[in-house]
Every structure is written in C-alpha cells, then in structure tokens.
C-alpha cells in the first residue's frame, strides 16, 4: 500500500468528501477531506449535548467498550487490518512491532482492566454520583467529576495510544476530537468505525471524533481552539506538536501536556556478584533499550553503572556492555528487532567513537543493527540526546551522586537494580525530576492505571463540579458579621 484514505469521523458519520493529499513521514501519501472545509464540523457545540452521557451508568459505558475491544480482534476486523497496512508504510517501526500493539488491542479493552482504571485514576464513585464530605466549618459539599470537551493529539507510537486515548474519553464521560498523527493515520479511526457498527446510537459513539490535518494548520486550529468549542487539550507528542497548541491556550482551554522524556538506568555494583546474575541484569537491561526499538519515552537510552572507573571497574563495565549488546540481539521480534529507519548523524558518531578506544569501546553496530557504546570515563556521550535505533550508552560511575547530576526534569522513567538500590534512591531522584522508578528490565512494560509524566492525566481530563450546603447553624454566616463586630 504506497496510497490510502482517512476519513473523517464524526460522531458515527463518515465523511470522504474534498479529499487532498498529504504526505506520512516516510515519503509516502494519502488522502483525507480537506479539514479547513470540514473542521467546523468537529466541535460538539452546544455543551448541553453532553448530557446523553450522564443518562447512561459506567456498568453501561464499560459494557460497550467490553465488546468494542472483542470486535477489536486483529484477524477479523478489516479497518484494524487496514490501519497496520497503513503503519506499515507511515510508521519507522517494523512489522513484527508493530503487529504486536494491534494484537495486543483488544486487551486494552477488559472490563476488569477498565473498571481498576476508573476507580484508580478518577474514582467510580465520583464518576457516578455525587460524593459527600463534611468539611470543618460545618459545611458539606458533594463533589462529582464530569467530562469535558476535549482535543487529542495523541503520538503515533503504536495502536494503543489510540486505543488508551478512546478509552479515557468514554470513562470520564467526555466529548472528543482525536487529531489523528501522520505516523499512525488509521487507529484511532478504525476503533471509531468499529465502535459506530457495535453501537452506532450510544451515547460514547455521538462523542467521537476523529479527523487529520497537518499539526499547526492555522486554518484548522483557529476555528477548534476555542475555549467556546473545547475546554482541554491532551497533547502528546514533540516540541513542535506542543507549541502548536501553546499559542491557543487562554483562560477556558487548559493544556494537558504527555510531552517527550527520556529516560535511563541505574546498575548497582550487586550485578558482577556472579556471572549468572551479570547476565541476567544484562537481559534485562537488552529489553529497557531494546523493547520497541527504542521509540518510545520510557526506553533506557544512557545506562549509569556503579562498577567504578579504575581498571577493574572499566573491565566490569565492558563485559557488561558486551552481554547487553548480545542479549539485545536475541530479543524476539515483536519485541525488537533491526530499525527499519536508522539516523545516518547517529551511526557516524558511532563509527567514531569505535576509532577512539582510549575514550569509548563499542559492541556492535557495524550493521545499523543497534549497539551499546561503554564509556571508558564517567561521562556520557556528547551525542547521548541523539541515542535511538537500539543504541546506548553505558556510563561507569563511582559514586551515585555522579547519577543524580544526570537527572533532570526532562527524565521519565529510570529502571534501578537491585531493589534495594531503587528504595536507597526513591525519595532523592524525584526531586532531580524522576517521574518514574522501576525494576529493571520493566521500563517498557506500561499500565495505563498508574500516573503518566508525575501527573494524573485522567483526573486532569475531568472537571471536579463542588456543591455545597451551607446551613446558618453549622457555617458562620457572614451577613451576621457586623452585628459580630458591633456586639
């Protein structure tokens, strides 16, 4: 597939009119409706017309989405099928990757799942009801979140950002529009399809929308980007998706920003007790960088190990790297595999850090096949912001403090070993800018239920309505001052 379509949804109706071209990353093109004729289409309007959602139970919502996920299934749902082909041509991830979030799809969509997300992120009881507490000063207040107008611009890293990001809008009852990303045009749309022949009248299908323009297309965006059409923007993605938005925020439209980290590894002197237990850190730390080829936020792109950096400590370090490298090879291929893009820039700092063995020592890459370059000083390399295609960097420390002067704000997740090491470290790092603390060799295994970049995106995605009874017996009342005074 060299050429395809992307509809636009809305709100059950699909949309193939004024179709123009549009070109994907990889030099490959498709159509879609023109989105300046079409975008005055997207918003909800009215926000009274939320309240179809608020007639429906969660137990009712979960139940559709239960059967979403079923008819999600990879081998039988032909719009499924038809967004991997066109990943398959958009995306720089391989096949085999690929082929694995949309496998893995339907799963995302288990009503046990769902239920732990809801009452984890948000609360079933404030999603249902009326919650009361009685305050100090004698009021009580009832508390409640409801769902918003909301604009997605989810990334394009794999069927279940879409997925994930459908899910968070039925949940908190919201209304949504997905931007659709240039590298992934045809997930969101295909769950939206899918959704719309399940249940074609449901209140979550009427607040679905899914559209593609090109990000900061001011034709487009100044009619969306209104505090009179939508209230939140959940963006993900680059400094340059984000600054797109940026320049619409005003009072009304509030920016929810999953914007790009990095993340890293930190190795205790415990991993070179034994060779077996070097070589079972190695494995784990092959699958931090490895897993997804290295595309996504949480995968360990500089590793910091504690072996010291005298002699023996840089021999320790090296047969680390050496085990990592090899490790990383025999991963399967649905977890990773040889990039189908690759950075030329990256691969000749490799090829000069191989010619500089005083200074760095280099285990593979000669085939762009990935590689982990060991630092043969306790720095990083000055291209380490560049590190992707299953390349790192192994960094010999002597002291942990050499680690912390590496964490900054832009760090997300950081895998720790061993265990001990991760508490030693958990109440210091964050104040650094660690969000995430992890075992290693789980930095790419996600849960959607657990905060994202050191915040709750589901409990920002919901607005936390107050009402309050106030009787003159419990609560002062201030009408009631002056005579306060004058007494």
Not at 91 to 109: C, D, H, K, Q
Not at 120 to 148: K, M, S, Y
Not at 426 to 453: C, K, M, W
Request: glycine letters at 6%; aromatic letters at 6%.
């Amino acid at each position: 597939m060299t050429s395809f379509t992307v509809p636009m949804f809305v709100r059950g109706e699909l949309i193939t009119d004024d179709l123009i071209p549009f070109a994907t990353r990889l030099e490959h093109s498709f159509t879609a409706p023109d989105p300046a004729k079409h975008a005055h289409r997207l918003p909800l309007g009215d926000p009274r017309k939320l309240a179809d959602l608020y007639t429906v139970s969660l137990d009712e919502i979960l139940d559709v989405l239960t059967e979403l996920g079923q008819a999600l299934a990879f081998e039988t749902n032909s719009y499924v099928q038809e967004a991997f082909e066109a990943c398959l041509v958009s995306n720089p991830m391989p096949e085999s990757i690929l082929r694995t979030g949309y496998v893995a799809l339907p799963a995302l969509f288990a009503r046990d799942s769902m239920r732990e997300l809801a009452d984890t992120t948000v609360g079933i009881d404030h999603l249902e009801g009326w919650v009361p507490q009685r305050l100090l000063d004698g009021r009580e207040i009832r508390v409640r979140a409801f769902g918003a107008r909301t604009l997605h611009v989810p990334a394009g890293n794999g069927g279940l950002v879409a997925g994930i990001t459908v899910l968070r809008n039925a949940i908190t009852r919201s209304d949504a529009i997905v931007k659709a990303p240039s590298n992934d045009p045809l997930t969101a749309l295909a769950i939206a399809r899918t959704l719309a022949d399940i249940a074609p009248d449901h209140p979550v299908t009427k607040h679905l929308a899914v559209a593609y323009w090109k990000g900061g297309d001011e034709t487009v965006e100044e009619q969306l980007y209104k505090p009179e059409h939508i209230e939140k923007v959940i963006a993900w993605g680059g400094l340059a998706s984000v600054k797109h938005v940026t320049r619409y925020i005003q009072p009304g439209l509030e920016l929810i920003a999953l914007d790009p980290k990095r993340s890293a590894t930190i190795i205790g002197p415990e991993a070179f007790a034994t060779e077996e237990t070097l070589r079972d850190v190695a494995q784990r730390a092959a699958c931090d960088v490895g897993a997804g080829n290295q595309e996504g936020c949480v995968n360990a792109r500089v590793i910091y190990v504690l072996s010291g950096t005298d002699d023996e400590g840089l021999e320790k370090a090296n047969r680390l790297g050496e085990l990592i490298y090899s490790a990383m090879m025999e991963l399967p291929d649905f977890i990773s595999t040889t990039p189908k893009v690759v950075n030329r820039t990256l691969l000749e700092h490799i090829e000069g850090s191989r010619l500089t063995d005083d200074w760095y020592r280099v285990f593979g890459g000669e085939h762009a096949e990935g590689a982990i370059v060991v630092s043969q000083l306790d720095e990083a390399v000055p291209y380490s912001t560049m590190l992707s295609g299953r390349v790192a960097n192994i960094v010999p420390v002597d002291s942990i403090e050499k680690v912390t002067d590496a964490v900054n704000a832009y760090t997300q997740t950081i895998g720790i070993y061993p265990e001990p090491l991760k508490m030693q470290l958990r109440e210091t790092l964050p104040l650094y800018g660690a969000q995430r603390l992890t075992s290693l060799g789980y930095a790419a295994s996600v849960n959607f239920t657990i905060p994202q970049d050191a915040m709750e995106p589901v409990r920002r995605m919901c607005k936390w309505i107050v009402e309050e009874v106030c009787e003159p017996e419990q609560v002062f009342p201030l009408w009631r001052a002056p005579d306060l005074v004058s007494g």
